[in-house]
């Protein structure tokens, strides 16, 4: 196994205490099923297909008895790439109960991305669809298939029920061995994935509920890419199905096609980032016939949420607002559903366990008091490594997670959130590694050197700039050739630049190294 313990320590105590329990994710599903009074309830939803826990639990086992046929075996990891719909659910717990590994890919992700992601965890097969009018996902499988020699086999996530065999009996997994890798928005180019246990992820979900108000009644609206964890975790698909309740998922997260899914299904809770509350909130106020009135709470995470759209939403959507402010490598922080407005607008919420540690260090990591500093966190379900042990200086000599976010305490004890490290972009919950984007810039022939730096958005919350130096002043591509020419290098949508500034050098700090501030200063000063 290629991930990084807890502490010996740490983990008798998180035992001692019942935090780690010995459920594992199967039993979310084979549990509800086998119950009488959740084995006819509707466990997922899409626009076409809708199935009961026993339905639901019939083609798991089916499935995962056909990958095993198929040569997956326990402990295998199989890249997912697969649209949001109830064949991803059934995909996921179907690798759970063969005892493989999902690892989390998302629908917008290119060649590039898959590439790095399918080497770094040694996929043997990829689950996507084979055939879509909207994007070709087997040639995108293919070429990455072609470029990774471990991966065998590329199935169809459109017709699952070919791989069906008759259902067997699987060993059980350990609680405490790897039960996915799912990616996180780093600052590097490279790959990091973040293994996550069995133990770890389902105590994050169960205090999830209780922090969210989640029970059998809940009727949760996917609208995010699936495999990301705020849909995944907070409370989202897995907290809904551990409590007995109905997970619906959206092809599109757009009004005109998510909110008749609300209104058929009665949907109670959605997890949306800030540019989409933003979008369904300016929607709503300007007037709609669709019925919207089952949902009761709206939770936006992802990206810092301006104030004053936060004090829009809940009106505009006639439901609660509920800041989720956390990371896919542990810590979620979320406002209270009986905090006061104003705290619930201005602040991105406390930490959901008493066990989550935070402390506040500055750029040398000496401790800061009464003011904004880096967050570092430790925690029952925060990791201690990324995968293979990769990107070691995210984390503190003692093992604390350094989240590289910026942030300061309300005089209630909730996080604001200030800032972030300036490496890494985040446009809309989506998150940009300037790194990467720099290194296919640097490929383009007529391009000698390039700077990607975030520029606040009132949107998106950040938008990306790059700096480039050419070869010749005269002949500096122009914005539409740099994002055709990243376009055709792999790169997914949302990394490519909003904004290209050509300049003949970049300003430099006193010890020689490229000023990002510097850059960004300009930006602003010049209303970009």
Not at 214 to 239: E, K
Not at 388 to 393: A, F, I, L
């Amino acid at each position: 196994m290629s991930m990084t313990l807890w502490p010996p320590e740490l983990a008798d105590d998180y035992r001692a205490r019942g935090v780690w329990t010995g459920v594992v994710f199967d039993d979310l599903i084979a549990g509800r099923a086998a119950d009488p009074r959740f084995a006819d309830r509707a466990a997922v939803v899409d626009a076409q297909c809708s199935l009961t826990y026993g339905e639901l639990d019939d083609r798991v086992g089916r499935l995962a008895a056909g990958l095993v046929a198929r040569g997956i075996d326990r402990g295998d990891r199989v890249l997912l790439q697969i649209p949001n719909g109830v064949p991803f659910v059934e995909a996921v717990f179907a690798l759970w109960r063969a005892g493989a590994v999902p690892v989390f890919g998302l629908p917008a992700h290119r060649e590039s991305e898959l590439v790095g992601i399918a080497e770094a965890a040694g996929v043997v097969a990829i689950i996507s669809p084979a055939e879509r009018t909207d994007f070709d996902y087997r040639a995108l499988a293919r070429a990455v298939a072609g470029r990774v020699r471990s991966i065998t086999q590329l199935l169809d996530s459109d017709r699952l029920e070919d791989l069906w065999a008759e259902p067997i009996t699987h060993p059980r997994a350990d609680p405490e061995d790897l039960g996915f890798l799912q990616l996180s928005g780093g600052s590097t180019g490279v790959p990091k994935l973040i293994p996550r246990t069995h133990a770890d992820y389902l105590y994050s979900v169960r205090r999830a509920n209780q922090v969210c108000g989640v029970d059998a009644d809940t009727v949760y609206l996917v609208v995010l890419p699936a495999g990301h964890n705020f849909p995944m975790s907070s409370p989202g698909i897995l907290g809904t199905l551990q409590a007995g309740g109905t997970v619906v998922l959206a092809a599109a997260p757009l009004p005109s096609v998510a909110w008749e899914l609300v209104q058929r299904e009665r949907v109670t809770m959605v997890g949306l980032v800030p540019p989409l509350a933003r979008l369904w909130t300016e929607t709503a106020e300007r007037g709609t016939d669709i019925d919207l009135s089952s949902l009761q709470t709206v939770q936006v995470g992802g990206a810092r949420c301006p104030d004053a759209l936060a004090r829009r939403i809940g009106p505009a959507l006639g439901a609660r607002l509920q800041q989720v402010f956390g990371m896919a490598e542990g810590l979620v922080c979320y406002t209270g559903l009986d905090d006061p407005i104003d705290e619930v607008v201005t602040t991105q919420g406390r930490p959901m366990s008493e066990l989550d540690q935070l402390r506040l260090v500055d750029e040398d990591g000496a401790p800061v008091t009464g003011g904004p500093g880096f967050l570092e966190t430790q925690g029952p379900y925060t990791i201690r490594g990324y995968w293979d042990g990769r990107s070691p200086e995210s984390f503190a000599p003692d093992g604390w997670y350094r989240t590289g976010d910026v942030v300061e305490f309300s005089p209630a004890g909730n996080l604001i959130v200030r800032g972030r490290d300036a490496d890494r972009i985040n446009r809309g919950g989506e998150k940009v590694s300037a790194e990467q984007v720099e290194e296919h810039l640097l490929a383009h022939p007529q391009i000698r050197d390039a700077i990607v730096v975030a520029v606040p958005d009132s949107y998106l919350g950040e938008r990306s700039c790059a700096y480039v130096i050419a070869h010749d002043p005269a002949a500096t591509p122009t914005l539409p050739e740099i994002r055709g020419f990243l376009r055709g290098a792999g790169l997914a949508e949302w990394k490519l630049p909003d904004a290209v500034k050509a300049v003949a050098d970049f300003p430099e700090t006193g010890v020689g190294k490229v000023s990002r501030k510097r850059l960004r200063e300009l930006l602003t000063a010049a209303g970009a």
